[in-house]
């Protein structure tokens, strides 16, 4: 190649065309520096005829490349995903290559270090000190200060050993290799069920053919021992295993079953990794010598040099969903890299997305199911509580019935679990003086108390203020009342009810590293904890024999907000909360507290009848046109002019195309008005199927101007209507 197309790591741009200097050599994929004006930036060499429209340039009018990074060329099925993603998105290719370059010191190549070891030659001039320090190093290999340490000598003492020639350089990468999960570690013995599954799995993997199974079981049927057995077979063939987890929290519980299952722990990828564990990661990845990753939903993007099975676990996540920057769900892309790669995808879940369903539905998603719990454990009781009948005591949110279950299962020495999907103490604070109410000053949102560390906080833009004593506006002191329960709130109850039980309040306050998450699963599993109330976070993925008894504090809060998933998100949060309960010997029991228990969606979880709430979902789905029947792309304006957002919206909204099947909605205030100091306006479009909604969006945004103030950013497939 004489020339070469790039896609550089700036958004603004489209592909460029360099030149490549005699001697050097680059492909398709090959990862490189090249000048944009007076600055070096890092592109990616690309296959000129997938980008037809970049303007010809003369060769003599080239800028030379200025050097080729030592890293492996990102693979052709990634390349290709990329395009996709940023297309289906509309996403700048910039924005989505990003995420596959995620470690920028990987890009720098091998890093070695020197170390020394004893030659066997003796010094010259065998001193005391030099004596002691070669006695002491024996066989040891190490750094200059680590020898001196181990000799118990001065970095000098070393140094002369060095020139004399006693002690000779090795040079040693510093990304040590990781281990390699065996296949055969500790194999476990499977019911038919999961063999049958596994087995089918275990086809898939050896066909290496891209192929989309949903893996559907039940709570605690055991659908991770069935896709280890997936991995262990990708193992066999020596391709590599992508296994992505909604929450950094679950990440912990599974590479401690990894280890048990496969001998050494998988290679983690999440946000929270320290900098030379990035690169060591995307290093190992890109080179194929990582045999399974674990990561959050970024962990899509790496360079994997071999992929032969990627698992999306607890498939039908919302947290897939990525709501800033390029907005892709996860799981979906996950399904295209599977065809870009040619292997096999399996979406594990209890409670699969409608419109994972529907591809099943459709013949495109092969559906294997697991319809009881491993070994004999029974599904739980579920239980509703009509609110309006069965009032908790005034002030309190915890009613008679369930209470009388959690004496129950204390006396028994099991665990409960307490689920409300609010953090903090109190959603709402005023004063009751003269109703003043806390607000978030850059959002158009309630500042949220938390008594545990006395501060109101906004859970939009994370500001935060020391809870005062006295009502800002009107000073009365002690005026202040909360408002609602939030889990701190509930946590207070159950210690006013049960002042000897253990309780652990777990949201992502107090569960944010994976370290906090793992103290918590052996707090639990040890017991030393009697009652959980938690958010959402504690709802999947963990598994605790002891706790039998689970209550939903308010089934209907999220029902309120009426997206339009909401009733499928109340109904899988709950049915995943209530697959905590009784996974073990003993039987567990679900008490869920409503005040509506006649609504469609909690008449399906109290008579346990899936198939009806997802037909009842999806034929109002289908009558309503929404996903995935129709398809939805928002567009967000905002600035921090509000004159500004509201008028580019306008003008938007105006230019917006007219044509059979496809309606416009809005330009309309976004419910969260203000966030971050940024007014919001939001457009809805509404296509039928069959029609290109991508490439109406962008025509249509393309012919617009707008201030550099403003953001316009486009949702396709949007999860947040906010
Ligand atoms: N074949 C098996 N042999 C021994 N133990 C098993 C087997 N299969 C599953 N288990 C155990 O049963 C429990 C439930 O399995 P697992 O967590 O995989 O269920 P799950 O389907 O992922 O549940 P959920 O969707 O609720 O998270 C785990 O403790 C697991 O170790
Ligand atoms: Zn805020």
Redesign the pocket.
């Known amino acids: 190649m004489t020339r070469a197309r790039l896609i550089l790591l700036n958004a603004a741009l489209g592909p460029l065309d360099y030149r490549v200097p005699a001697g050097m050599s680059v492909e398709p994929g090959s990862i490189v520096v090249a000048p944009l004006g007076p600055r070096p930036m890092i592109g990616v060499v690309w296959e000129a005829e997938r980008f037809p429209d970049v303007p010809s340039v003369g060769d003599n009018r080239l800028r030379p490349l200025l050097g080729v990074l030592d890293a492996p060329p990102l693979p052709a099925p990634l390349r290709r995903l990329i395009e996709w993603t940023a297309a289906y998105y509309l996403a700048p290719h910039a924005a989505v290559l990003r995420m596959a370059l995620a470690s920028m010191s990987a890009l720098e190549g091998g890093k070695t270090v020197i170390e020394y070891r004893p030659s066997g030659a003796l010094p010259e001039r065998l001193t005391a000190q030099r004596a002691q320090a070669l006695e002491r190093i024996g066989e040891r290999q190490g750094l200059v200060r680590e020898l001196a340490a181990i000799g118990d000598v001065s970095d000098a003492v070393i140094r002369g050993l060095i020139k004399q020639g006693a002690l000779e350089a090795v040079e040693v990468s510093t990304d040590l290799p990781f281990p390699r999960p065996d296949p055969d570690h500790a194999a ?4 038919p069920g ?1 063999e049958a599954a596994a087995q089918r799995l275990v086809e898939q993997v050896r066909s290496g053919e891209s192929h989309t199974v949903l893996l559907d ?10 896709y280890f057995e997936a991995i262990a077979e990708a193992l066999k063939q020596d391709r590599q295993t992508l296994v992505l987890l909604p929450e950094i929290a679950l990440t912990e519980p599974f590479l401690d ?1 990894f280890t048990a299952r496969f001998g050494c722990a998988p290679v983690p990828w999440h946000s929270g990794l320290k900098q030379s564990d990035r690169r060591r990661a995307w290093r190992a990845i890109a080179e194929g010598e990582a045999g399974v990753v674990v990561g959050a939903r970024s962990a899509l993007f790496l360079p994997y040099r071999k992929l032969g099975l990627i698992v999306v ?2 498939a039908h996540e919302t947290s897939f969903k990525q709501e800033e920057g390029v907005r892709y769900h996860a799981r979906d892309v996950a399904v295209m890299r599977g065809l870009m790669e040619s292997c096999p995808v399996v979406l ?3 409670t699969p997305a409608i419109e994972t369903r529907h591809q099943v539905e459709l013949g495109r998603y092969e559906e294997i199911k ?1 319809p009881s ?3 004999g ?1 029974e599904l739980p009781e579920i239980i509703g509580v009509d609110l309006t009948h069965d009032p908790p005591d005034r002030g309190r949110w915890l009613a008679p019935p369930l209470v009388q279950a959690m004496r129950e299962t204390l006396a028994r020495g099991e665990q409960s679990l307490l689920f409300l999907n609010r953090r903090g103490y109190a959603p709402l604070t005023l004063c009751r003086h003269c109703g003043y109410r806390f607000q978030c000053p850059n959002c158009s949102a309630w500042m949220v108390e938390h008594r545990l560390t006395r501060r109101l906080a906004c859970h939009h833009c994370g500001h935060e203020v020391p809870t005062p004593d006295s009502c800002p506006e009107c000073h009365e002191s002690d005026a202040l009342v909360a408002c609602g329960p939030g889990v701190e709130r509930i946590a207070d109850e159950v210690k006013a009810l049960f002042p000897d039980a253990r309780t652990a309040i777990v949201t992502s306050d107090t569960l944010w590293s994976p370290a906090r998450a793992a103290a918590f699963v052996r707090d639990v599993a040890g017991g030393a904890v009697d009652i959980i109330v938690g958010t959402q976070l504690v709802t ?4 605790f ?1 002891e706790l039998t008894l689970v209550g939903v504090v308010d089934a209907d809060l999220g029902l309120d907000g009426g997206d339009l998933r909401a009733s499928e998100r109340t109904y899988q949060q709950i049915v ?1 909360v209530s ?2 309960a009784g ?2 010997e003993k039987p567990g029991r679900v008490f869920i507290q409503t005040r509506a228990p006649d609504a469609p969606v909690m008449r399906a979880l109290l008579e346990g009848d899936d198939a009806a709430f997802y037909a009842a979902e999806t034929a109002s789905r289908r009558s309503a046109n929404a996903p995935p029947f129709g398809r939805f792309a928002a567009i967000i304006v905002s600035d921090t002019d509000a004159a500004l957002a509201r008028e580019t919206a306008r003008r938007i909204g105006a230019a917006g195309p007219r044509q059979e099947g496809l309606e416009i909605y809005g330009p309309a205030e976004a419910p969260l008005a203000v966030l971050r100091g940024r007014h919001r306006w939001r457009l809805l479009v509404h296509a039928r199927r069959s029609i290109d909604l991508q490439a109406i969006v962008r025509d249509w945004l393309s012919a617009i101007d707008w201030k550099s103030s403003t953001r316009v950013s486009v949702d396709v497939d949007p999860y947040s209507f906010v």
Do not use: M
């Not at 999947?540 to 598994?543: F, L, N």
């Open positions: 476990i013995s499977l019911s999961q079981g039940v709570t605690g049927s055991g659908k991770t021992e069935v079953r676990d607890e594990a879940s209890a697991l719990r491993y070994g454990a999947k993925g963990y598994h024999p995943q697959g905590r996974r073990g």
